[in-house]
């Protein structure tokens, strides 16, 4: 037997992560979708909604995109329950049937289930095709359409299964909005409600004072939003393919969110679930020693008036929560506010005992309120 040679080589591969995306914000907006089309100019469109959202506005963007490209509209199931793998393979099935292609893009018409659903298609066909999100949810225009994580669930876990991709245009058009129910408006002012309370307090007075079928409100706030969002990344660069997985302001009460979302699914919009998320790490913040009680009470008060603190179902309890969010060896990392107003929150981990602590405060004043 001869000498087994070994060697180690190492080397880096060069990822240019930079990406320009363009975002238009304005009602009545087919005559720009045909221009960014143009841009992308694909060799066929694929129009991804869920079935609700079909029904209302398929038809009309379909018209718009076939005065100058092939379309096709493919259909999933509505809700948090079709953010999976299956609904991933049916759709490719469908792309492929349809001769999609590596020029062909994906427009996701809806909600953040959509926009996630066929954003992560999106990201993995061909290992990448062009995307342009057309979210029709306020929480989807506010949040999930100008972001980079695509993701799907797994049985178990939220999001657990995604990618990173930009999409290359996003269209927010409040004409949408008009048939959206009271609550999905209010589950997207949980997300404006969680910039407001990291970076700009007068804009939460503004959202508590906002007459919430108002498009004109409405677009004020996507703009307002859209804005202290860009200011967010361009202060904390390197947003994306994050190894060290720190958690920014973006992901406030979303640690909690996740879990509570995923215990009774379908049950609590993702803004309210976010909401109650975001008292109970304010708690938690406090507990560390960083914002004063009376904080924590004004964020509970606001959530309040603003209808998102919707009343928790029976499977939920604090020791339930705490244990989904602990399973395992999972070290949960939450993004924190150190102060009302201020954006530069801290990224922890937090041991169990500290958040089943501020489970039980949470749960408990929640009781008081129902009495
Ligand atoms: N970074 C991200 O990618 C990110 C950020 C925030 C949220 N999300 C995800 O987004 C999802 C929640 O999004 P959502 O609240 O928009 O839920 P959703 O997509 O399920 O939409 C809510 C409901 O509204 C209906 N609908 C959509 N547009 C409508 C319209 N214009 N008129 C009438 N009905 C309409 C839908 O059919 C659905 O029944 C969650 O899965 C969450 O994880 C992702
Ligand atoms: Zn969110």
Same mark, same amino acid.
């Given at each position: 037997?001869?000498? &087994?040679?070994?060697?180690?080589?190492?080397?880096?591969?060069?990822?240019?992560?930079?990406?320009? &995306?363009q975002?238009?914000?304005?009602?009545?907006s087919?005559?720009?979708?045909?221009? @960014?089309?143009?841009?992308?100019?694909?060799?066929?469109?694929?129009?991804?909604?869920?079935?609700?959202?079909?029904?209302?506005?398929?038809?009309?963007?379909?018209?718009?995109?076939?005065?100058?490209?092939?379309?096709?509209?493919?259909?999933h199931?509505?809700?948090?329950?079709?953010?999976?793998? &299956?609904?991933?393979?049916?759709?490719?099935?469908?792309?492929?049937?349809?001769?999609?292609?590596?020029?062909?893009?994906? /427009?996701?018409?809806?909600?953040?289930?959509?926009?996630?659903?066929?954003?992560?298609?999106?990201?993995?066909?061909?290992?990448? =095709?062009?995307?342009?999100?057309? *979210?029709?949810?306020?929480? #989807?225009?506010?949040?999930? #359409?100008?972001? /980079?994580?695509?993701?799907?669930?797994?049985?178990?876990?939220?999001?657990?299964?995604?990618?990173?991709?930009?999409?290359?245009? /996003?269209?927010?058009?409040?004409?949408?909005?008009?048939?959206?129910?009271?609550?999905?408006?209010?589950?997207? @002012?949980?997300?404006? #409600?969680?910039?407001?309370?990291?970076?700009?307090?007068?804009?939460?007075?503004?959202?508590?004072?906002?007459?919430?079928?108002?498009?004109?409100?409405?677009?004020?706030?996507?703009?307002?939003?859209?804005?202290?969002? %860009?200011?967010?990344?361009?202060?904390? *660069?390197?947003?994306?393919?994050?190894?060290l997985?720190?958690?920014?302001?973006?992901?406030?009460?979303?640690?909690?969110?996740?879990?509570?979302?995923? %215990?009774?699914?379908?049950?609590?919009?993702?803004?309210?679930? =976010?909401?109650?998320?975001?008292?109970?790490?304010?708690? %938690?913040?406090?507990?560390?020693?960083? %914002?004063?009680?009376?904080?924590?009470?004004?964020?509970?008060?606001?959530? @309040?008036?603003?209808?998102?603190?919707?009343?928790?179902s029976?499977?939920?309890?604090?020791?339930?929560?705490?244990?989904?969010?602990?399973?395992?060896?999972?070290? *949960?990392?939450?993004?924190?506010? /150190?102060?009302l107003?201020?954006?530069?929150?801290?990224?922890?981990t &937090?041991?169990?005992?500290?958040?089943?602590?501020a489970?039980?405060?949470?749960?408990?004043?929640? @009781?008081?309120?129902?009495?």
């Amino acid at each position: 037997m001869g000498n &087994v040679h070994t060697s180690d080589v190492s080397f880096s591969f060069r990822i240019n992560n930079q990406k320009e &995306v363009q975002l238009h914000i304005g009602i009545n907006s087919s005559k720009i979708l045909l221009t @960014l089309l143009g841009e992308i100019n694909p060799d066929k469109v694929f129009i991804i909604c869920d079935r609700n959202v079909a029904r209302l506005y398929a038809d009309q963007v379909s018209e718009t995109v076939s005065k100058k490209f092939p379309a096709h509209i493919i259909i999933h199931s509505p809700g948090e329950t079709s953010k999976n793998l &299956v609904t991933i393979r049916e759709i490719s099935e469908e792309f492929f049937l349809h001769e999609g292609t590596s020029n062909s893009a994906v /427009v996701a018409l809806g909600g953040g289930v959509t926009g996630n659903i066929a954003g992560f298609f999106a990201s993995i066909v061909f290992r990448g =095709i062009k995307l342009m999100h057309i *979210p029709t949810t306020l929480l #989807a225009q506010l949040d999930s #359409a100008a972001d /980079v994580k695509q993701s799907v669930n797994s049985t178990t876990f939220k999001n657990a299964i995604g990618s990173y991709k930009a999409p290359d245009a /996003v269209i927010i058009d409040p004409l949408f909005l008009k048939t959206l129910g009271d609550r999905e408006i209010r589950a997207g @002012l949980s997300e404006a #409600a969680k910039h407001g309370l990291a970076q700009d307090l007068e804009f939460v007075n503004y959202l508590l004072a906002c007459d919430i079928r108002s498009l004109d409100d409405l677009q004020k706030i996507i703009t307002k939003v859209i804005k202290l969002k %860009i200011e967010h990344w361009e202060s904390t *660069p390197a947003i994306w393919n994050d190894s060290l997985k720190t958690e920014r302001l973006t992901h406030l009460g979303h640690t909690t969110g996740k879990i509570l979302e995923m %215990i009774d699914r379908n049950y609590l919009t993702h803004g309210e679930a =976010i909401a109650h998320g975001m008292v109970i790490e304010a708690y %938690i913040s406090h507990i560390l020693g960083h %914002i004063d009680l009376g904080s924590v009470m004004k964020i509970y008060e606001i959530l @309040l008036v603003l209808e998102l603190l919707y009343p928790l179902s029976d499977k939920y309890n604090p020791d339930y929560v705490t244990n989904q969010l602990y399973h395992g060896n999972n070290k *949960p990392i939450f993004a924190l506010l /150190v102060e009302l107003g201020n954006p530069q929150t801290i990224s922890t981990t &937090v041991p169990k005992k500290v958040y089943l602590r501020a489970a039980r405060w949470y749960f408990s004043q929640l @009781l008081m309120a129902k009495h």
